[in-house]
């Protein structure tokens, strides 16, 4: 990999396409080695480029870990809404594929991602992201569950959407972690959500 990077680096790439490369070789070394060893000089280095290139595009260690958090996420929700175009109009499909989708997800670049939530943990800047990011899982949900959801009023609908999200994130850990296989944590995810948004029980006679 570092030898591809260095390859790219040989000739000028436009400014988004450098920007992407040096994203990807930090995504890469937090991936190997943890956050403690990012900084920009070495992610320059791994690119193939000067040092000044790298404090260019990101100016700081931090804006260059939070971008790359939001990074990884635009790309896991861009994954998640094109798979669900293609499910059924079903509640338990849909439930299954989000809950599929989010522990592939989680296998994927989940490492990167609870390493770069965790040293950023105290970053004001972080914190206004994950903020934005959390919105945009609940709109997305939202507007999914909402015709499967009648029963519940809009406020109700958004509270229930932030708990599937803790308890997709808890539950990713958990498999991450080795403790549970990928099947059990999506099947008990999708579980979460079909009770979460089903209706309510009817009323005895």
């Known amino acids: 990999m570092p030898a591809t990077f260095a390859l790219a680096s040989t000739r000028k790439l436009p400014k988004q396409e450098r920007r992407e490369q040096l994203l990807d070789c930090a995504q890469a070394m937090v991936r190997e080695k943890g956050t403690e060893a990012l900084t920009l000089a070495r992610v320059a280095e791994r690119a193939g480029v000067s040092k000044p290139v790298a404090y260019d595009h990101f100016g700081t260690r931090e804006a260059l870990m939070v971008e790359l ?6 790309r896991q929700t861009e994954q998640l809404e094109d798979t669900l175009k293609a499910t059924a109009r079903r509640p338990d499909a849909i439930a299954a594929t989000i809950a599929a989708a989010y522990m592939s997800c989680a296998l994927e670049v989940g490492t990167e991602w609870h390493a770069l939530s965790a040293a950023l943990k105290a970053s004001e800047a972080m914190d206004a992201v994950q903020r934005e990011l959390v919105e945009r899982y609940v709109g997305i949900w939202r507007k999914t569950f909402l015709p ?6 809009a406020s ?5 959407c932030i708990a599937i999200l803790g308890a997709a994130e808890a539950i990713s850990v958990e498999m991450l972690r080795g403790r549970i296989a990928e099947p059990q944590a999506a099947a ?3 579980a979460l959500i ?6 309510p029980p009817a009323l005895p006679g």
């Open 69 to 74: 958090f939001r990074r990884i996420d635009d």
């Open 148 to 153: 499967y959801a009648p029963h519940l009023a």
């Open 156 to 160: 109700e609908l958004d509270l229930r």
């Open 188 to 190: 008990g995810l999708a």
């Open 194 to 199: 079909t009770a979460a948004i089903g209706a």
